[in-house]
């Protein structure tokens, strides 16, 4: 049992076990468990769930679990195993509908047994293994590469408040909207940090603050509709936040209560930032009205955090999961190769074919 949150992959590959190891972040902040998990319905439930959640963790878990659903396939040819590939990419794909990179990371690990359907198919296994690592690893060198960048926004001392939670337990290290967080307090920058509790799910309260208050760092905890009053104050420098689908227009699709954050911002002169790496960005959709929307649970909202129910019975709810920020109230888009301005149709079009 790991002693603090630091000491815990977010999501890794135990080969020994073949099986995906992640954090149960259903569990935090009262008790950090770890989860091995073998079965493809188990991994499928595990995002579900939100016990593993973030895009970049999100799509480093598909890639390994598609990966461990194929290993122990015995099939006659190539064309069997790709068969059955392909139904536990598309199984993996229904279990959340708005993070790209989960789809990102499916495609990329279906494009290794396409450029290989010549070779054995335990040379393609391997292959499969060595690209969901690949994935993995990557994601910790682009989330560094995007806090370096986002440093250059900042100054010793800011104030820098964040929503919901992009940090290390939404990726597998440094997170992306607080990467400059981590970074600036390795360098002694002593920032500010104030974090939006998150409702419903309170992503802030309980994953945001328990990390970055175990990293040692000061942070401040405050309910979602007092954002304006710290604005107004002027106790904000600047906004970082994550996202899990940036349309090709600029718009951005993060945890509900992001596009509030954004225009609370923008009234106040402050500026809003979306860390994002370039596997959230999706050309094919060109604006964020085209971005499914994930609907979740009413108990959500109703009673999942009460002793009593906090709602009367039988009353209609709607729970979307995330709302769409218009480009025209986002500063910059932070990406490990820079940060994107507008007009973002010209930037991130650029961008994407580096």
């Not at 209609?316 to 999961?321: G, Q």
């Not at 218009?326 to 301005?341: A, D, F, K, N, P």
Request: a negative charge; aromatic letters at 8%; hydrophobic letters at 40%.
């Amino acid at each position: 049992m790991a002693k603090t949150i630091l000491e815990c992959d977010t999501v890794s590959l135990d080969e020994e076990n073949s099986a995906l190891v992640i954090v149960d972040q259903t569990q935090l902040p009262g008790r950090i468990k770890q989860l091995c998990l073998t079965e493809i319905e188990e991994i499928w439930e595990a995002i579900y769930l939100l016990k593993v959640r973030g895009a970049p963790a999100i799509g480093v878990t598909a890639a390994i679990g598609v990966y461990l659903a194929v290993k122990n396939i015995e099939a006659v040819n190539m064309a069997v195993f790709y068969k059955r590939f392909q139904k536990a990419k598309a199984y993996l794909a229904t279990s959340r509908p708005t993070a790209v990179n989960l789809f990102w990371a499916l495609d990329r690990m279906e494009g290794v047994v396409v450029k290989h359907m010549d070779c054995e198919i335990n040379t393609v296994k391997e292959l499969l293994r060595q690209e969901a690592v690949n994935i993995r690893n990557e994601d910790i060198e682009v989330c560094r590469r995007i806090g370096e960048n986002a440093l250059e926004l900042v100054k010793p001392g800011y104030g820098l408040l964040t929503h919901c939670n992009a940090g290390r337990l939404a990726a597998v290290k440094y997170g992306t909207a607080t990467a400059p967080m981590y970074l600036g307090h390795e360098k002694g920058y002593k920032f500010r940090i104030y974090v939006d509790e998150t409702r419903p799910l309170l992503q802030g309260a309980r994953l945001t603050a328990f990390e970055l208050q175990e990293a040692g760092m000061d942070v401040t905890l405050i309910c979602d509709n007092m954002s304006g009053t710290i604005m107004q104050k002027d106790m904000v420098d600047a906004v970082f936040v994550g996202c899990d689908r940036v349309a090709a227009n600029g718009d951005t699709a993060n945890k509900i209560g992001t596009s509030v954050v954004a225009a609370v911002a923008k009234h106040y002169g402050v500026p809003f930032y979306v860390c994002a790496p370039t596997s959230t960005i999706d050309m094919s959709l060109a604006a964020g009205s085209e971005i499914p929307i994930e609907e979740r649970s009413p108990e959500e909202i109703t009673e999942m955090w009460y002793e009593q129910r906090m709602a009367p019975k039988g009353v209609k709810v709607y729970n979307p999961c995330f709302d769409v920020t218009s480009h025209e109230l986002i500063t910059g888009i932070v990406t490990e190769y820079g940060i994107m301005r507008a007009p973002y149709e010209e930037s991130l079009k650029k961008l994407k074919n580096i």
